[in-house]
């Protein structure tokens, strides 16, 4: 079975840095395009970022350089370490398999950056 | 890419046709999806490609357009068609998504 399933999300206060995980079941991540997308709470959804199935990767211009995605093949697992984190990073982080997500996407982990 | 749909929200009693819009501020050609989102839910992908069902997805769905304009038509509508839909393109980083509408049960 086809799965994504999320962690690491919680409370931080601004400045800090969380990393979230992403555990894939039932395909490889490394042939896959691998993306985390977020939601603020009430809002639309953003995308934050993608790995590429090469080792190309892209971000959006409101976390370049403070978040950074990865992955460990040998996990099956994809990664977004999210440093110097701002009241506006708050919110639900998916992860998505494949262009635009059209693959499935995971629950979602909350991230909530307040002091 | 700025996507724009309208209207924000659209009340539609069971069995009529919901019409959603969707434009974009330049050409994305087909690299175009559609998603449906409930309370407490991730999006789900009812359409990609501007008209390609997805597995699962009732035909009373549909997808039309390219370039910059397109419509997601709900047939029929059900009880359970109730959310908010996102149009989201996919042609240039950063794909980027509509504001969406919610469409209300009436």
């Known amino acids: 079975e086809v799965q994504l399933v999320e962690s690491g999300g919680g409370l931080v206060q601004p400045g800090g840095s969380l990393r979230l995980s992403c555990v894939a079941s039932?395909?490889?991540?490394?042939?896959?395009?691998m993306s985390w997308v977020r939601q603020a709470p009430g809002k639309g959804l953003e995308w934050v970022s993608v790995?590429?199935?090469?080792?190309?990767?892209d971000y959006a211009d409101s976390v370049r350089g403070r978040f950074t995605i990865s992955r460990d093949n040998s996990k099956n697992t994809v990664y977004l370490q999210m440093n110097s984190l701002r009241a506006e990073d708050t919110g639900v982080y998916y992860c998505a398999r494949g262009i635009a997500g059209v693959k499935g996407w995971g629950q979602g982990t909350l991230v909530t950056v307040s002091s | 890419i700025v996507m724009t749909q309208s209207p924000a929200t659209l009340s539609v009693s069971p069995g009529e046709t919901a019409t959603l819009s969707c434009g974009a501020s330049r050409s994305v050609s087909s690299d175009l999806a559609w998603f449906q989102q409930k309370p407490g839910q991730a999006p789900r992908l009812l359409i990609y490609g501007a008209s390609t069902r997805a597995t699962g997805v009732p035909a009373r769905f549909s997808g039309s357009g390219s370039g910059t304009e397109f419509t997601l038509t709900i047939s029929s509508l059900q009880s359970e068609d109730f959310g908010v839909y996102y149009c989201?393109?996919?042609?240039?980083?950063?794909?980027?998504f509509g504001q969406g509408t919610k469409v209300e049960i009436k």
């Open positions: 039932g395909f490889t991540v490394s042939s896959n395009y």
């Open positions: 790995f590429y199935s090469g080792v190309r990767t």
């Open positions: 989201q393109q996919f042609h240039n980083w950063p794909w980027t």
